[in-house]
């Protein structure tokens, strides 16, 4: 696979941008705080190029490293194709509309704040449920 091509598996949902803690038995705990490059209308890296510069945790997904990649949600195309499943239906590349990840309410468009202005005691007792969730809305 291509860079652009693994590139273009990303759709946009934010949620891997979204600050997250390993328990002592390895689970993942989400919160609704997002990274303070993460464009929380768009979803997207407002600093794509410069984010591991700026960013001191930020990692550069590559099929590589994604055995050991057990923070990504489970709508992740990049999770799914390595677990060898298929991307969900409204995955822009099968949809061809990139807005497709906010209609079906997998982004996390209107759903987080920004660290910039919380403690890293404030951002724990954030914890939420719903970046775990596969749960997706058909649109009317």
Not at 76 to 97: F, I, K, N, Q
Not at 103 to 132: F, H, M, N, Y
């Amino acid at each position: 696979m291509s860079r652009p091509e693994w590139e273009s598996l990303c759709d946009g949902c934010g949620r891997c941008c979204l600050n997250k803690y390993e328990d002592d038995e390895g689970s993942i705990h989400y919160t609704d705080v997002a990274c303070k490059l993460l464009n929380r209308e768009s979803c997207h890296c407002s600093n794509y190029k410069g984010r591991t510069r700026l960013v001191k945790d930020c990692i550069v997904l590559t099929p590589k490293i994604m055995p050991e990649m057990n923070c990504l949600p489970p709508t992740c195309a990049y999770r799914l194709l390595h677990e060898g499943r298929d991307l969900p239906w409204w995955h822009p590349l099968l949809t061809g509309d990139p807005t497709s990840v906010h209609t079906a309410g997998i982004s996390v468009k209107g759903r987080c704040v920004s660290e910039e202005t919380l403690t890293e005691d404030e951002i724990e007792r954030r914890l939420v449920k719903w970046p775990q969730s596969r749960r997706a809305r058909r649109p009317s």
